[in-house]
């Protein structure tokens, strides 16, 4: 019998009435796993892009996320039920390329798109500008940054640090919340007191493989 049933044989399928042979080879399918890992996660570019971003926000109090899906990141704020599923079905097949969030919380603080000549084609324009907008409602900066084969890091740093600072999202987030990370040791330090000395009494960070390593940082 030919492998492909159509839909009256899917109909005696379900009601068992195929031959035992196709009722095997259905299950035979549904056992297979055909997945296989990929290698390219993040497309050259992007790889490119995510170690620069690494390094200007290296001493900054934030983590880096990539491909992160727009269905994880907002949630649809309408009671109705059939309006919610249709605004979440606008973005959750949508991701944005690299999220910035805080080290501690994992608070999403800025959004990146690496913009390479695809989003110049019209519906990648009409798609951006529905994101943008996503985006905006939401008070998440997102950043569009054109693809280079370089990038200046201190350019970088300023641009997220500026960010960070007018982004209204940020404001929520208390200075005890912030946690520096080693630069040497890159985990989060520990806040210290002094207990001696001309300085007693104030303050710091200190990393928290003290004594071997004797990192520290000020505490505001």
Sequence with gaps: MSENIGCLGSILNALGLLPKQ????????????????????????????????SLATKELPVKIL???SL??????????????????????RKHVDFLVCDNVSL?????IELDDKSHQQSNRV?????VDEVFKAANLPLLHIPVKNSYAISELTDLIQSQ???????ASITSEDYVP???????????????KGNHIGQKFYGCSNFPKCKEIKPYN
């Excluded at 259905?26 to 290698?39: A, M």
């Excluded at 960070?164 to 940020?170: E, H, L, S, V, Y």
């Design 22 to 53: 196709n009722n095997k080879q259905s299950k035979k399918i549904e056992n297979i796993f055909p997945y296989v890992l990929r290698d390219d996660f993040l497309s050259a570019a992007e790889l490119n892009f995510y170690k620069s971003l």
């Design 181 to 195: 990370i080693c630069p040497k040791c890159q985990i989060p330090m520990t806040l210290r007191e002094t207990k």
């Design 126 to 130: 009409q798609r951006d500008a529905f």
């Design 71 to 92: 269905g994880d990141l907002f949630f649809v704020n309408i009671k109705d039920f059939k309006m919610k599923q249709s605004y979440w079905n606008k973005i959750n």
């Design 164 to 170: 960070m600072k007018t982004n209204p999202i940020i």
């Design 66 to 68: 990539s491909k992160v």
């Design 107 to 111: 608070k999403p603080l800025v959004a």
